[in-house]
């Protein structure tokens, strides 16, 4: 069984930071794709950002420039630095990774979200 485990979320003011980490566990051969969603109230899902496992990037238009993702491939770990935080970034964050268990099965795993809330 596969688990991704978000933490980090929490209330912040506009103009502050956050750091998120989302840790995969169990039995896992490899992690190629992970990313960041969020979703916020009466809005459906949206990619914040994504990460290959050969380090590429892309993010929404609405973060460039002030998130960050990374990952550290020893921890299976992927992180998403939140800087100059908007009220408009308010929703719940979801990890989300495309994890082998066995070689030629591929599936999409999600967290269970964090809740980001900033205060105007």
């Known amino acids: 069984q596969v688990q991704l485990v978000e933490s980090g979320g929490g209330l912040v003011q506009a103009g502050e930071s956050l750091r998120l980490s989302c840790a995969a566990s169990?039995?896992?051969?490899?992690?190629?794709?992970m990313g960041w969603y969020r979703q916020a109230p009466g809005k459906q899902r949206e990619l914040v950002a994504g990460l290959s496992s050969g380090g590429s990037t892309n993010y929404a238009d609405s973060v460039k420039g002030r998130f960050t993702i990374s990952r550290d491939n020893t921890k299976n770990t992927v992180y998403l630095q939140m800087d100059s935080l908007i009220p408009e970034d308010t929703a719940v964050y979801y990890c989300?990774?495309?994890?082998?268990?066995?070689?030629?099965?591929?599936?999409?795993?999600w967290g269970q979200g964090t809740q980001v809330t900033v205060s105007s």
């Open positions: 169990g039995s896992i051969l490899t992690i190629t794709r």
């Open positions: 989300n990774a495309d994890i082998s268990q066995k070689r030629g099965l591929t599936r999409s795993y």
